[in-house]
């Protein structure tokens, strides 16, 4: 469920479930880990990462993945590793990326977003929280108040409010962000691995406060997660109360 393919030093890593708008589950989780290892020690001096078909990622699979206990710890760890790649990572938005999509384009260091593409993180609508990580790096990347509005509003960020906030740095299709990967990977590595230690040491990996881990977890735990995961299923508004 996870193609890559090389030309020259660009190697492209494609999300491979369009039937499922590419989305997430624990073997699509470890392959992605697995793909990024392979394309760097093939010598790989920039990756593209991209999604098959019409989507760039739909976010964690609902339909069971995202509830099970362990898959937020492998999701979570994997993102932490993709993060630490030490060469130019490229997100490609063929279109919408959603929850952990966005989440997979926040951890490249560039984003190359089609005209039509989306980004946002839904999580309030259906009972989930996002870590402390996310929200961080989002602010950092579209600003505070674009991420309240992300992730209080539930609003979607369109290509065009993407690129004016700086969270996409150029609009354009896989083989714009290929093109211009080509370029990157023709760049000193050295160099640029410093300037991504820097970018990604924004503090959004520090540790979150006792308090707002608990806050995070109640959400996880809640009759409303519960309460939203029945609503899906039986294509319903949910009914939250807050407990």
């Given at each position: 469920?996870?193609?890559?393919?090389?030309?020259?030093?660009?190697?492209?890593?494609?999300?491979?479930?369009?039937?499922?708008?590419?989305?997430?589950?624990?073997?699509?989780?470890?392959?992605?880990?697995?793909?990024?290892?392979?394309?760097?020690?093939?010598?790989?001096?920039?990756?593209?990462?991209?999604?098959?078909?019409?989507?760039?990622?739909?976010?964690?699979?609902?339909?069971?993945?995202?509830?099970?206990?362990?898959?937020?710890?492998?999701?979570?760890?994997?993102?932490?590793?993709?993060?630490?790649?030490?060469?130019?990572?490229?997100?490609?938005?063929?279109?919408?990326?959603l929850g952990a999509g966005l989440q997979l384009a926040m951890i490249a260091d560039l984003r190359v977003m089609a005209p039509g593409a989306i980004a946002g993180i839904p999580a309030a609508k259906i009972g989930v929280a996002v870590d402390e990580w996310t929200i961080r790096r989002l602010i950092s990347l579209v600003g505070a108040g674009t991420a309240r509005g992300m992730l209080i509003g539930c609003d979607p960020l369109t290509a065009d409010h993407a690129l004016a906030t700086g969270f996409a740095n150029r609009l354009g299709d896989l083989a714009s962000a290929q093109e211009w990967a080509a370029t990157i990977a023709e760049l000193a590595p050295l160099t640029l691995a410093h300037y991504k230690a820097v970018f990604t040491g924004d503090g959004a990996r520090d540790d979150a406060p006792a308090d707002r881990q608990a806050a995070m977890m109640r959400a996880w735990e809640s009759e409303d997660l519960a309460e939203g995961r029945a609503a899906r299923a039986e294509k319903r508004a949910p009914r939250f109360l807050g407990r």
């Open positions: 469920m996870i193609g890559s393919t090389s030309d020259g030093a660009v190697t492209t890593i494609e999300l491979q479930r369009p039937e499922k708008r590419n989305a997430l589950d624990h073997a699509m989780v470890a392959d992605l880990a697995s793909a990024f290892d392979d394309a760097v020690s093939s010598g790989a001096r920039a990756i593209v990462l991209t999604g098959a078909g019409d989507v760039f990622c739909a976010g964690a699979d609902l339909s069971g993945p995202v509830y099970d206990p362990d898959f937020l710890g492998s999701l979570v760890a994997t993102l932490t590793r993709l993060e630490s790649v030490q060469v130019p990572v490229i997100a490609a938005l063929n279109g919408s990326a």
